[in-house]
């Protein structure tokens, strides 16, 4: 799913599609006024806005890469997103306790380590994909765009509305589906 995928579905709620034909349309040569280019450019401010409040909040997005610990040390800058929370370090043969402090991992180890990390996702442009694979819908996102939208618009009566939908669209598609965990037996 594409950055301009979720910002079609978006402006179809709006109505503003035909007025944003040139982002959507790669045949359409005709240049946007500067109304309609301050349009899109608030609907991708959305667009940012609410994948990173995804991604923090409700749905992680997770990276795998190899850090060198050097006297139990490696510097979180190494890494190639911006971190949001560390959620292991390990090997091959074992798990180990670390900490974050002051930018840096430490860690009782020293060596090349696999650090497993979720991430605040970059900035989206207009041609980026979006980082949750399907896991998030393309309507969810768009729920999320026409929000945040709505709030840059300080058009309130409508936030709410979009608001609703949006976190309803978002409880589905977080939950685990078919998933139910029984409660541990007891003796009498």
Request: hydrophobic share 40%; net charge negative.
């Amino acid at each position: 799913m594409t950055v301009l995928d979720v910002l079609e579905t978006a402006s179809l709620y709006l109505n503003l599609r035909n007025e944003l034909d040139y982002y959507f349309n790669e045949n359409n040569s005709t240049l946007p006024s500067s109304e309609n280019q301050n349009k899109f450019n608030l609907l991708l401010k959305a667009l940012n806005l609410i994948v990173q409040e995804i991604a923090i909040e409700f749905k992680p997005v997770y990276k795998e890469e190899s850090l060198t610990f050097v006297e139990g040390v490696a510097s979180l800058s190494s890494l190639s997103e911006a971190v949001n929370k560390i959620v292991c370090v390990k090997d091959n043969n074992s798990l180990y306790k670390f900490l974050v402090e002051e930018g840096n991992i430490i860690c009782e180890t020293n060596g090349e380590k696999t650090v497993k990390y979720s991430f605040v996702p970059k900035v989206l442009e207009a041609d980026d994909d979006i980082c949750f694979d399907e896991e998030i819908s393309e309507k969810c996102l768009a729920f999320g765009v026409l929000m945040e939208y709505m709030y840059l618009l300080n058009a309130f009566d409508e936030v709410s509305v979009w608001e609703d939908r949006f976190y309803k669209s978002l409880k589905n598609c977080v939950r685990d589906v078919g998933r139910y965990n029984m409660p541990k037996r007891r003796w009498l």
